[in-house]
């Protein structure tokens, strides 16, 4: 998989909006996964229209679902 392939990039973004919500909001810490998860859905729908054209693309269709996996592999 090379560094610029869509999973990675979707990876990308959900990171990035997990460190917001850790920031914004320490006690998430102790959340589960799916709790995240539908966090950073929630963010990512809400925060769509700043981000650019293409990352608006790759977040579209993305579920909780696939965040919650995303996150299992990256808190491993």
Do not use: C, W
């Not at 392939?5 to 990876?11: L, Q």
């Not at 909001?25 to 102790?30: C, L, S, T």
């Not at 950073?40 to 809400?46: G, V």
């Amino acid at each position: 998989m090379n560094e610029d392939s869509d999973p990675v990039k979707k990876r990308k973004i959900v990171n990035r909006f997990l460190k917001q919500l850790t920031r914004d909001e320490p006690q998430m810490y102790y959340a589960t996964t799916s709790e995240i998860a539908r966090s950073i859905h929630l963010m990512i729908k809400e925060h769509t229209n700043r981000l650019s054209v293409e990352e608006q693309a790759l977040v579209r269709r993305m579920t909780m679902k696939d965040i919650e996996v995303m996150l299992g592999f990256t808190l491993k």
